[in-house]
């Protein structure tokens, strides 16, 4: 049987002036025409040739020799071409584009963009792009604890965390705990693998490891202090929620960063307040 949206090798079963027929075997009635650009020279009755298929602009079954940049069931970035009333056009390495329906989009995208999609078979028996692309993922990836990899977020969950296509085609998820800025769908994120899970997914943090991140959060907490004009109006029992939304670190991370500062005499810290200190140790008045 002959594949939509695959790649599979077919027979020359015969020739016209337009091009070459293929089929499975030799004596198929049912057939697929190869353009004659796409004709490999010299090529004859017989001979096999690998071949992807899709339907033209007038939903004919043809085939290609062309290589697309996705296959059916696969994700993949592509380049938006066109949005017009029905949705947005893609390319996918072919000459005709492909259908994004505005249904199967998880966010409005626009001309000159890219977007992650998988390739599927509509109800009317054509190939078509989703932005849903949870399903089409694969959990087997070739990564282990603390490994860098590299994704897009395809999906926000407010129960869950930060969906994440890493290489754009493994299931990877920043859990909720993990989450310590705004993200949105498209984003391109680079991320620490803290688990693999049995089931072959991969918990991610965009953080390092503490003893690597916490010069950094150090770096961060100064800054918030200078915003404040040298004193942050709060102490060392300051609430989760207000060290998330103005450092987006967790307590521990906090907790670690002000702790590296006070050892190095950069800060003081009182219940009511945070000040950073002078050059020499001493603290701003």
């Known amino acids: 049987m002959m594949r939509l949206g695959e790649v599979q090798e077919l027979t020359v079963l015969r020739k ?56 059916l069931g696969e994700t993949a970035v592509l380049p938006v071409r066109q949005v017009t009333k029905i949705g947005a056009f893609l390319d996918m390495g072919l000459e005709k584009d492909l259908l994004l329906p505005y249904r199967e989009q998880v966010y409005p995208v626009k001309e ?42 395809y999906e926000i969950s407010d129960a869950f965390g930060v969906y994440v296509a890493v290489d754009d085609r493994y299931c990877g998820l920043i859990r909720k705990s993990e989450v310590y800025r705004e993200f949105r769908p498209g984003d391109k994120v680079e991320c620490r693998v803290l688990k693999v899970r049995e089931d072959g997914k991969l918990d991610l943090t965009t953080r390092d490891k503490a003893y690597l991140q916490i010069s950094q959060d150090a770096e961060l907490v100064l800054r918030v202090i200078d915003e404040y004009a040298g004193a942050l109006p709060f102490g060392e029992n300051v609430r989760p929620e207000v060290i998330r939304r103005e450092f987006g670190l967790s307590k521990a991370a906090f907790k670690r960063a002000v702790g590296h500062l006070l050892k190095e005499g950069k800060i003081e810290m009182t219940e009511k307040t945070i000040r950073r200190a002078a050059e020499g140790g001493e603290v701003k008045k």
Do not use: W
């Open 112 to 153: 000159g963009s890219s977007c992650l999609v998988a390739l599927y078979i509509d109800r009317s028996g054509r190939l078509a792009a989703t932005m849903r692309v949870y399903k089409y993922l694969s959990a087997d990836s070739p990564y282990q604890k603390d490994d860098r990899v590299a994704g897009t977020v």
């Open 16 to 71: 016209a002036d337009f091009g070459v027929f293929l089929g499975e075997n030799p004596g198929d009635e049912e057939s697929v025409l190869l353009p004659g650009k796409q004709v490999p020279e010299g090529t004859e009755i017989g001979d096999k040739i690998r071949v992807f298929l899709y339907r033209d602009s007038r939903d004919r079954l043809i085939a290609t020799t062309a290589e697309p940049k996705i296959h």
